[in-house]
């Protein structure tokens, strides 16, 4: 995903494709306006439709889900009941970043939720005890650092499997 950052968004898949692929992972943004399909970035699409088929299974927080692959010629998504329920049970909707790695031995996906400032009436503040708090944030509060205003806050890593 190197170079994504500081290029616009795209108008064909709503995500920063403007980069060379590099490595095994892509990323798409969860916006609430993705809540029926997942369009996977522009420049990955072409490995998209390589290594999946017209389904993948993966395993979030002890549920499985099955999402429909679409595989267009200028457009692909991951769509259906699964993503939604995906999408919902995962509080999707706000700008997440979800990175998938879906070409290695154990596919799999990870969410990234970003702080965008502080003290927004949007950001949900973690609980004590959160068992996805970031681990490596160097505050004893567990919160993301104020520098610059924006911030990972915490990640989660689903496995996927194609079916």
Known sequence: ?????????????FN?????????????????????????????RARFNNVTGDRVM????????TVKCYKGRTKSAMYGRGWRKFYDDNKLGKGQMVVFFLDEP???????VIQVGNGSEDEQP???????EDSYSDDED?????DGGEGIVRTMVLLLNET
Not at 23 to 41: C, D, H, I, L, R
Not at 106 to 112: D, E, L, N, Y
Not at 142 to 146: L, T
């Open 1 to 13: 995903m190197a170079g994504a950052s500081g290029q616009e968004v795209c108008g064909v898949c």
């Open 16 to 44: 920063h494709c403007n980069y060379e692929s590099k490595g095994s992972g892509f990323s798409m943004f969860a916006w609430e306006e993705s809540n029926n399909a997942g369009v996977v970035p522009c420049n990955e």
């Open 58 to 65: 993966f395993v979030a927080n002890q549920r499985t889900y």
């Open 106 to 112: 154990s596919p799999r996906a990870a969410i990234c």
């Open 126 to 132: 973690m609980e004590e005890g959160d068992p996805i």
């Open 142 to 146: 567990g919160e993301a650092s104020s």
